[in-house]
């Protein structure tokens, strides 16, 4: 009897209305003869609210208490969705994260699932329960209740997936899959049917919202068959599997790009042996992420031109460390760019192809948009462009690599 | 040192500024050098939102879901008050009812408290660590959530309170302690510097709202000192103690109304041995508690009138049952009547005293006010009358027992 994992996201249970539309989904599943595992989100906007509680309440968050606060959406919703599944006759109950238990690590508020014990869990889905179960939330090493961090439903969905051993983990959204960039930016976007690990990874960590990144990475890791689809429509979603189940590989699979990130340059710093770790070590101790990094050398031979991006949520508290080291490091200018996006092109079949990094550059030349730093992988290349051009550039690069819906 | 529960009402926990605010009240009894142990109930409005949304999305409960969702509003509050308290710099946790845990035994809904492990709670507090326990709710023997019922946090401070062997129990609330009647009706009402555990108890399940009944019988059984004050204001309470500690005894503390209930007669149903039996075990067997009952003989002798009360919530089921009956009870006529009031003259005092009793008749004769049905305690008088008389017969009651403010 197959075995599915379902997870259905904020805006899905946003109301008493809703959720009894996902006890609808839920039920035809179970019709089909599944055995079926549902794992909820919040209600839309009540994780926000919890958080603004627990901002309004106090400078500094003891973690610890901060999971017990937001932690408590999933569990409203999850046993409303027992309620109304009960009130269309499936069996079901609600579990919360130390009920079954979802054991994590103690890191609060970005804890990282280390076990779930699924043997009760089973026992019931044979008997045809339904289980019905808090996303996000997990139970820590001291028996206090963790988080998984913002998004981390999608996380707790797949790694039940992969406990359960399910056959496949649909995570239902507001979106109706993965598509080949922004709709809302690319009005011939198409759908795609399927798309890789590799890729959705490089799409959810390059700006796409779709999934968090961290369950991508589980998933991988796993190998749980993940499809997107939408809680709304009733319409194939896109398959996320191994490269070996995708017979017909494009080139490149989809444009990413990222409003998220801001660009930081020193000027003139001197050249000489151990000047990055110089840089990066504090930023490194103030656990600020840099993400791209580019070196010039500078007319004069002596000194460099350093560029790198963090996070523009970090953007602030950088520029604050670099300042207090501005003496150590003999920077001559230190120069901050908010207004700036990163832009993706994505794809496995890069390995094979030569040339996709070239036609991506002359793309942007041919707009005369500027390139400011580049950074690549082995799927992927990105490029930081000014943030006026996010449009031009990502709809340009999208027909060029001939992905435009006919 | 002093072990000090203090617990905080709905209002008094109702937003972001006024949990601050309690915050400070707890750090005053721990600058104090007392150990404390908070109790909180949701914000309020927070569970009569979780219980509607319960209602909208099935038509019947499953109690045990029901539970999950309604027990979410203790939990945030309980995390945001430790926060809080943190922020004042006092060491603070949270703790949930699973987590001490708090036992409870099964039913669901209105589950009682059968146990409370207070091994670890004691040895933090002896640190000097406040704990901050989410009222409401417990751990049921299968290892779901319970809820005690409305009101149930003063049940959940009070059981704290005999656990811990807590010197007192401080209840918090929007009025600043017991009064010898409702201020909203009688002006010249008297708060009341102390009352027994036996008067307490015949103000709560006589209609006043300020102690849950249950939780003045654990504090009766447990001896547990309760303080009922206001959040808002400094000013000292009502203490809830036992008998000998009151020295000068009032014969009458208080008059006491409840709008709850509604009148039943059955008239003229047949008067032989079983007829009582034959109404009262259907009532019974669809949980519908009557409280007074008056027979009366009817003219002709082998008839007689039945008169009873139940909540006024349970009335329309009541007369369903009885007119289902209505064959076998071989009765004349069903009449209900919502429109009554039940009014308590309460006070230990009567145990030594006569002519309680007549004061009230006579009294209520001078209003030309006429009594449907008469009930008597050991410490309590209770009279149903037609609703409308509510204010007038409870101000003269209150003049006629000395009560009045001078």
């Given at each position: 009897m197959a075995r599915i994992?379902?997870?259905?996201?904020?805006?899905?249970?946003?109301?008493?209305?809703?959720?009894?539309?996902?006890?609808?989904?839920?039920?035809?599943?179970?019709?089909?003869?599944?055995?079926?595992?549902?794992?909820?989100?919040?209600?839309?906007?009540?994780?926000?609210?919890?958080?603004?509680?627990?901002?309004?309440?106090?400078?500094?968050?003891?973690?610890?208490?901060?999971?017990?606060?937001?932690?408590?959406?999933?569990?409203?919703?999850?046993?409303?969705?027992?309620?109304?599944?009960?009130d269309l006759g499936v069996d079901a109950r609600s579990w919360l994260g130390w009920q079954i238990p979802i054991r994590t690590d103690g890191m609060h508020g970005r804890a990282r699932i280390t076990e779930i014990l699924v043997a009760e869990l089973q026992a019931r889905l044979r008997r045809g329960q339904v289980a019905v179960v808090a996303g996000f939330q997990g139970l820590g090493p001291d028996s206090r209740v963790t988080t998984l961090g913002r998004g981390g439903s999608d996380t707790s969905a797949v790694a039940l997936a992969a406990a359960l051993e399910a056959?496949?983990?649909?995570?239902?959204?507001?979106?109706?899959?993965?598509?080949?960039?922004?709709?809302?930016?690319?009005?011939?976007?198409?759908?795609?049917?399927?798309?890789?690990?590799?890729?959705?990874?490089?799409?959810?960590?390059?700006?796409?919202?779709?999934?968090?990144?961290?369950?991508?990475?589980?998933?991988?890791?796993h190998r749980v068959r993940v499809q997107v689809l939408s809680s709304f429509e009733d319409t194939p979603g896109t398959l996320v599997v191994d490269e070996d189940e995708i017979l017909e590989k494009q080139v490149v699979s989809g444009i990413a790009y990222s409003r998220d990130d801001a660009k930081v340059t020193l000027v003139k710093v001197p050249d000489r042996p151990g000047v990055a770790a110089a840089i990066f070590g504090p930023l490194a101790e103030h656990a600020i992420n840099v993400d791209m990094i580019v070196q010039n050398i500078s007319?004069?031979?002596?000194?460099?031109?350093?560029?790198?991006?963090?996070?523009?949520?970090?953007?602030?508290?950088?520029?604050?460390?670099?300042?207090?080291?501005?003496?150590?490091?003999?920077?001559?200018?230190?120069?901050?760019?908010?207004?700036?996006?990163?832009?993706?092109?994505?794809?496995?079949?890069?390995?094979?192809?030569?040339?996709?990094?070239?036609?991506?550059?002359?793309?942007?030349?041919?707009?005369?948009?500027?390139?400011?730093?580049?950074?690549?992988?082995?799927?992927?290349?990105?490029?930081?462009?000014?943030?006026?051009?996010?449009?031009?550039?990502?709809?340009a690069l999208h027909t060029a690599y001939g992905l435009d819906a006919e």
């Open positions: 994992v379902q997870k259905f996201g904020g805006t899905s249970v946003a109301g008493i209305d809703r959720i009894k539309n996902v006890a609808l989904r839920v039920k035809r599943e179970v019709d089909a003869g599944s055995e079926v595992a549902v794992v909820v989100s919040a209600m839309a906007g009540a994780t926000n609210q919890l958080v603004e509680w627990t901002n309004q309440i106090a400078r500094l968050h003891d973690a610890r208490e901060y999971d017990v606060v937001v932690a408590s959406g999933e569990q409203v919703t999850a046993g409303l969705l027992a309620l109304a599944l009960q056959e496949r983990c649909d995570i239902f959204t507001d979106v109706d899959g993965v598509y080949t960039s922004d709709p809302r930016i690319v009005a011939k976007a198409r759908k795609l049917d399927r798309i890789t690990y590799e890729e959705m990874l490089e799409f959810a960590s390059q700006g796409a919202k779709v999934l968090q990144t961290r369950s991508v990475e589980m998933a991988m890791n007319d004069d031979g002596r000194t460099t031109d350093l560029t790198f991006t963090v996070s523009k949520a970090d953007l602030a508290r950088a520029v604050k460390v670099l300042e207090a080291q501005r003496k150590a490091l003999a920077y001559a200018e230190l120069k901050p760019d908010p207004n700036v996006v990163k832009i993706s092109v994505i794809g496995v079949g890069m390995r094979s192809h030569a040339g996709v990094a070239q036609k991506m550059f002359s793309t942007l030349a041919n707009k005369n948009i500027n390139i400011q730093v580049i950074s690549t992988s082995e799927i992927k290349v990105s490029v930081l462009v000014a943030e006026e051009y996010t449009e031009l550039a990502v709809r």
